[in-house]
């Protein structure tokens, strides 16, 4: 990804993931997961600045699935607790990105696929520092819970 630094931009911060998109209900696996997860990151890349400070960020979750019915939101220090459907969580300071998973939740319903939309934005009430950028095409991604009944 080219990024031109402007002036007094220092950090820019993305949301991105990997692979085919989906997770899939399924029975209890090796660490407890159920079925296959999805993961997707929120990145900071640093033209210059090091990662001296926390990055904190807001993650919404809307879509065909039900957040705490059908799927739930796993961050690398446990799972979310979101105020609705939104949560607001970091970066660690000294880190570059932070890591979550779609983790499905396996129930006995005949359902189609449903879909996870995921919306990164700036947390209100703690704002970036000056000099961060976000990058608009990459704050938003889509996942799909396939099920297995």
Request: hydrophobic content about 35%.
């Amino acid at each position: 990804m080219p990024v031109v630094q402007a002036q007094g931009m220092n950090m820019v911060i993305f949301l991105w993931s990997h692979g085919s998109g989906n997770a899939s209900e399924g029975e209890a696996g090796l660490g407890g997961y159920v079925g296959d997860t999805a993961a997707f990151f929120v990145n900071r890349v640093s033209l210059g600045a090091g990662y001296g400070h926390e990055a904190h960020f807001r993650l919404c979750f809307s879509g065909s699935a039900t957040l705490g019915v059908d799927y739930r939101v796993r961050a690398e220090r446990g799972y979310l607790s979101p105020s609705g459907n939104c949560a607001t969580e970091r970066i660690s300071s000294g880190a570059d990105r932070s890591v979550f998973y779609i983790v499905p939740l396996n129930d006995s319903d005949d359902e189609p696929t449903e879909t996870v939309t995921v919306t990164m934005s700036e947390d209100s009430g703690n704002r970036f520092p000056n000099g961060y950028y976000m990058l608009s095409y990459a704050t938003s991604r889509t996942f799909r819970i396939i099920d297995n009944d």
